[in-house]
């Protein structure tokens, strides 16, 4: 990694401990929503959650919210509006490599991502406690391609999206259906078919079927893994073209 | 851009002005490698800017117009992470910081700052690592008389230096102020360049007098029509008006002298580069060769 890159990385991560969007968005609101909605559904394993604690199917279900949360929201609000205020157009001209702020960005929304996680578990720990892994490597591996799909993702939205307010209602517009299809919101066997027909192939769904089924022993997520890492691939590709100085 | 000739000699300061839209941006964007130009060859201290950016950026310092910093990065922050790519963030940084009168503020956040406070602190960046070119478009736009002086003072201090810079500006005070040579441009093309005094000479050499004289001499002012390069002369009541070249100044004040009639609102107007400049953009008539014409 250049040094142009390391600074960037450096001074975008001091930024976002800044920006209260990601205070906000990606720290606050999958703690809290995972604390009222875990509570509301007791501990009690369920038909409705595959014969799960549901608050353990909640707690399983929300690092993908902080994904998302970084890639639909985060990112695309703040590469909108450093384009916007012309950031971009500085940082080319001051020689920074072509490719430096789109591997800043990744670097910035894993590492968020990754802080933001580790922080829901820390409070879901002593409130709920933690369900057992079944299958560590699956779970890992479909944390690390839903990160970086979505926070490509939120690289794309941002570099395509003309202002920072339009990234954000966007970012609002994909992030809340989303969220409340695909994560959390109800468990998908108490939806309507049709409901659950539009679920079913979002990214997010992807992702939390990805995450949680081999977390709680549910399923392998296989499928929806093989699935979410062709759009993890197909959505790098033409973010990076498109995020370059 | 049409046909742009443009050469902008080592360690000079080069005013490039027009109208909006006549392509001023465009040409710098072009120099700094963030444009590619459909054709022509275009080097830029002895390289191509498309080619051979990476070699030719850290030789050039940029103020872009309507560019920004993101609103919570501090402003120590801004030269650490602009300068580095020389490694001048540090002592170079501090340094160039108190210079720019910004020596207290490394811990503001750049909303915090003022408007000159952000235009100096852009100089700053732009200077970092002692680039050979520093462009500047538009840097004193929307500052007060205060800040724009000590912007220029910034600037002639830097030429002093060595740097060349190439000076984009809707100013014209500015340019007339800072610029040993300045390049007009219209639709594109370049419709003049040269000296600021120059050009005004070119293109807008007139001067005026005017003065009130309720009850002239008799003959003050057939001799004053008669006066080496005076045009025409007016009157309107009591006001005179007299028209001509620049050494009417000199002329009609000694004449209003030896006829002891100096009247107590003489007033002159000097022709100024604006008033060439509007002379230049208003002839969309005439062809743009027009260097080297005299009016």
């Known amino acids: 990694m250049s040094g142009a890159t390391a600074r960037l990385i450096r001074a975008e991560l001091a930024l976002m401990r800044r920006d209260p969007l990601v205070l906000t968005f990606v720290v606050a609101f999958p703690i809290v929503t995972m604390l009222i909605i875990g509570g509301a559904f007791g501990t009690t394993p369920d038909r409705a959650f595959d014969y799960t ?24 609000v703040h590469l909108a509006s450093y384009r ?84 954000q209602a966007v970012g609002l517009l994909l992030f809340f259906p989303s969220f409340l299809l695909g994560a959390g919101g109800p468990p998908p066997h108490v939806m309507g078919a049709a409901v659950r027909t539009i679920a079913g192939p979002l990214p997010l769904t992807l992702l939390t079927n990805a995450v949680r089924s081999p977390w709680l022993g549910i399923g392998s997520g296989g499928a929806s893994l093989l699935a979410l890492a062709g759009l993890t691939v197909l959505v790098t590709v033409v973010a990076a073209r498109r995020a370059v100085l | ?68 910093l993101p609103d919570r ?43 000159g406070e952000r235009q100096r602190l852009f100089l700053v960046l732009a200077l970092l690592g002692r680039p050979r070119l520093v462009i500047l478009d538009e840097l004193t736009q929307n500052l007060d ?58 293109h ?38 007299v028209r001509g070249d620049r050494r009417i100044i000199a002329h009609v004040g000694a004449a209003l002298v030896r006829w002891d009639s100096v009247p107590w609102d003489l007033n002159v107007q000097v022709p100024t580069l604006e008033d060439a400049m509007l002379d230049l953009l208003a002839a969309e008539s005439r062809p743009v060769e027009l260097a080297g014409a005299v009016r």
């Not at chain 1, 604690?53 to 695309?76: F, K, R």
């Not at chain 2, 080592?10 to 941006?25: C, D, M, P, R, Y």
């Not at chain 2, 800040?147 to 014209?172: F, Y």
């Not at chain 2, 309720?214 to 025409?232: E, T």
Request: proline share 5%; glycine share 12%.
């Open chain 1, 84 to 167: 916007e205020r012309g950031v971009l157009r500085r940082f080319a001209v001051a020689g920074f490599p072509r490719w430096s702020f789109a591997i800043a960005e990744l670097v910035v929304g894993l590492i968020v991502t990754a802080v933001s996680c580790v922080l829901l578990l820390v409070v879901a720990l002593p409130v709920y406690g933690l369900p057992p892994m079944h299958s560590l490597w699956r779970v890992g591996l479909a944390l690390a391609v839903g990160a970086v799909g979505f926070v490509a993702l939120g690289v794309l939205l941002g570099s395509v999206l003309p202002s920072a307010r339009s990234a």
């Open chain 1, 53 to 76: 604690n549901p608050a353990h199917w909640y707690v399983a279900s929300y690092l993908t919210v902080v994904i998302a949360a970084t890639g639909l929201v985060m990112l695309p």
């Open chain 2, 73 to 115: 990065l501090r402003v120590s922050e801004a030269v650490t992470l602009f300068g580095g790519r020389h490694g001048a963030g540090g002592q170079e940084g501090a340094s160039l910081l108190e210079q720019f009168g910004l020596g207290s503020r490394g811990r503001a956040a750049f909303a915090s700052l003022s408007g």
């Open chain 2, 145 to 202: 008389p205060a800040a724009r002086r000590s912007v220029w003072a910034a600037i002639r201090q830097l030429n002093a230096d060595g740097t060349t810079v190439l000076l984009v500006t809707h100013e014209m005070d500015e340019a007339e102020e800072l610029c040993s040579r300045v390049i007009v441009m219209r639709d594109g093309r370049v419709v003049d360049s040269g000296a600021p005094a120059d050009l005004v000479d070119r």
């Open chain 2, 1 to 68: 851009m049409d046909g742009l000739d443009l050469a902008v000699p080592a360690g000079e300061i080069v005013g490039l002005i027009g109208a909006n839209g006549a392509g001023k941006t465009t040409t710098v964007e072009c120099i700094q490698g963030l444009r590619k130009p459909d054709a022509g060859v275009l080097r830029v201290l002895g390289l191509d800017p498309v080619t051979q950016a990476a070699q030719l950026r850290p030789l050039i310092g940029s103020q872009l117009q309507d560019s920004g």
């Open chain 2, 204 to 241: 807008a050499a007139l001067a005026t007098v005017r003065f009130s004289l309720p009850d002239p001499p008799a003959g003050l002012l057939d001799q004053v029509r008669r006066l080496d390069g005076v045009l025409g002369v007016d009157r309107l009541g009591p006001r005179v008006t």
